[in-house]
T-cell receptor, first 113, second 116 residues
């Protein structure tokens, strides 16, 4: 079975632009979480979605938004990009709401210039 | 709030040496504890976990014991290999039911390099 997939792998954007990152969870997984990993730090929680509804949000500005589609795939959107948004963005999926393991994708490396 | 503190790296060891990476936590509820590993160019992989006090998680020769009295979850391995070179993250989530399980709080990571 395929694991969590993310696209694109890398991208470079300019300050002020908008970016959309995509995530496909493991088949059968209904919960998706997004994390931001700045170089040299641990991942920071951004959002959790379950059954297409936002179920948790970390301490990130409103420039960050996300959504989950009927097939449980997810998009993370970031508006008005800042240099500080440069990071590895990780998506993780779980089978449900209960205490199940999170499986991480390889991430999208975003560079803002 | 919840937080995780790991020993600072990088840690450099020779093959077959003993490994300890310290991890302590603060939590406002009852946490489950995890160690994740990140190999170069890859995403995070769950290495081991423990969901209640005194539980020992183990996998691939690594182990860690959930110590509630010292709020610690130190990672150990008796004999490291070159292939263990990676970044190791300690993490927790709070067992508050429902959506709480989807939010992991991570430490800053510890880089481990093992030389032949």
């Amino acid at each position: 079975d395929a694991g969590v997939t993310q696209s694109p792998t890398h991208l470079i954007k300019t300050r002020g632009q908008h970016v959309t990152l995509r995530c496909s969870p493991i088949s059968g997984h209904k919960s998706v979480s997004w994390y931001q990993q700045v170089l040299g730090q641990g991942p920071q929680f951004i959002f959790q979605y379950y059954e297409k509804e936002e179920r948790g949000r970390g301490n990130f500005p409103d420039r960050f938004s996300a959504r989950q589609f009927p097939n449980y795939s997810s998009e993370l959107n970031v508006n008005a990009l800042l240099l500080g948004d440069s990071a590895l963005y990780l998506c993780a999926s779980r089978s449900g709401q209960g205490p199940s393991e999170q499986y991480f994708g390889p991430g999208t490396r975003l560079t803002v210039t | 709030g919840n937080s995780v503190t790991q020993m600072e790296g990088p840690v450099t060891l020779s093959e077959e040496a003993f490994l300890t990476i310290n991890c302590t936590y603060t939590a406002t509820g009852y946490p489950s504890l995890f160690w994740y590993v990140q190999y170069p160019g890859e995403g995070l992989q769950l290495l081991l976990k423990a969901t209640k006090a005194d539980d020992k998680g183990s996998n691939k020769g690594f182990e860690a014991t959930y110590r509630k009295e010292t709020t610690s979850f130190h990672l150990e391995k008796g004999s490291v290999q070159v292939s263990d070179s990676a970044v190791y993250f300690c993490a927790l989530n709070i067992n508050a039911g429902g959506t709480s399980y989807g939010k992991l709080t991570f430490g800053q990571g510890t880089i481990l390099t093992v030389h032949p």
